[in-house]
């Protein structure tokens, strides 16, 4: 599975839009995008996922570059809530090799400040 | 839909103890897997179930074992309890294997 860069570490007013960006440089063309978060203690939540187009949910939208060799997770309006460690995931739809599972990198800490 | 439920929520054991863990999934969700947090390892796979078969086995010893019952519910025990088994344990769910997962809370397990 590709490698993922991401921060260590980001701040965002409440209110404001928190912008994560992920870098993917090795990318596969089979590879989707997928973004979790974990608020402290708690199972990891699943955000979105994306393979070359924006795409956009309840929760948060989704860039990916054209050249998918990076992307931005937006959400539009940080609560207080959203603190939590985010973590951007490529891996492949369908079967072959570990995908089975999910492997985490370290993530970003993105802490929401009133 | 109601998410995927973990009971106990937070368990205490002693050395050398046994504790089994229970996952129940999105309705409709086939595939569980279940998988260990720890502070210093950080999220490591432990198993994967589908229709009742175990699919893949992460790298943990024999003393870590599961399954899953015709309406997708999963169990995981762990016998012979070790001080290092303390770890957020948590189960996942998808619709069909390989697709995205879906977290349960976790259970908290603490050995003394």
């Known amino acids: 599975d590709a490698k993922t860069t991401q921060p260590t570490s980001m701040d965002c007013a409440e209110g404001r839009a928190a912008n994560l960006p992920c870098n993917h440089s090795?990318?596969?063309?089979?590879?989707?995008v997928y973004w979790y978060r974990q608020i402290h203690s708690q199972g990891p939540q699943y955000i979105i996922h994306?393979?070359?187009n924006n795409e956009t949910n309840e929760m948060a939208s989704l860039i990916i570059t054209e050249d998918r060799k990076s992307s931005t997770l937006i959400l539009p309006h940080a609560t207080l809530r959203d603190t939590a460690v985010y973590y951007c995931i490529v891996r492949p739809l369908g079967s072959g090799g570990s995908n089975y599972k999910l492997t985490f990198g370290k993530g970003t800490l993105l802490t929401v400040n009133p | 839909k109601a998410g995927v439920t973990q009971t106990p929520r937070y368990l205490i054991k002693t050395r050398g103890q046994q504790v089994t863990l229970s996952c129940s999934p999105i309705s409709g969700h086939r595939s569980v897997s279940w998988y260990q947090q720890t502070p210093g390892q950080g999220l490591q796979f432990l198993f994967e179930?589908?229709?009742?078969?175990?699919?893949n086995k992460g790298n943990f010893p024999g003393r870590f074992s599961g399954r899953q019952f015709s309406n997708s519910r999963s169990e995981m025990n762990v016998s012979t309890l070790e001080l290092g088994d303390s770890a957020l344990y948590l189960c996942a769910s998808s619709l069909v294997r390989y697709n995205e997962q879906f977290f349960g809370p976790g259970t908290r397990l603490t050995v003394l």
């Open positions: 179930y589908f229709s009742e078969t175990q699919r």
């Open positions: 994306g393979l070359k």
């Open positions: 090795t990318i596969s063309g089979n590879e989707y």
